[in-house]
């Protein structure tokens, strides 16, 4: 498996990634094209935005996507996204990510990595190194779709 960082022409392969890699629980997502495409230029958009992806056999299998976030004394990174087709789940892809991740971000002096996850996902985290902060993501849907 080939992990490298993302170019202008992944962003279709990677929606699609994403797209197949939600659509199975726990997660259940239907995304269509447009707007999985849209998720991942958005996150690539940001601030220092940076991707990765994993490829096999010349098949892109995974994708991290996520930003610098700067802060008093730090950058963090934040990963928006990270996900691995479901043939390929639970063969070290998101794990394989995570490492070049870290690699990635060294060479840039930055020591954070953060995301927001699911708990179905926590042991996967732990396994990596991860540990789970005293910050609590609060949400509100304010309308109904």
Request: negative net charge; proline residues 3%; hydrophobic residues 40%.
């Amino acid at each position: 498996m080939i992990i490298r960082k993302t170019k202008g022409n992944d962003i279709p392969v990677l929606a699609k990634a994403m797209s197949l890699a939600y659509s199975e629980a726990p997660w259940n997502e239907k995304w269509n094209d447009e707007r999985a495409e849209r998720r991942v230029r958005a996150i690539l958009g940001n601030y220092e935005g940076l991707g990765l992806v994993a490829v096999e056999n010349e098949t892109l299998v995974g994708g991290l996507l996520g930003y610098v976030d700067p802060y008093a004394e730090e950058d963090f990174f934040f990963v928006s996204e990270i996900f691995v087709i479901p043939e390929m789940k639970k063969h070290g892809v998101g794990k394989s990510l995570l490492s070049e991740l870290e690699k990635v971000l060294a060479e840039r002096e930055i020591h954070v990595i953060q995301l927001i996850s699911i708990d179905d996902n926590e042991a996967f985290y732990n396994k990596c190194g991860l540990e789970r902060d005293s910050v609590s993501v609060q949400y509100k849907r304010f309308y109904d779709l």
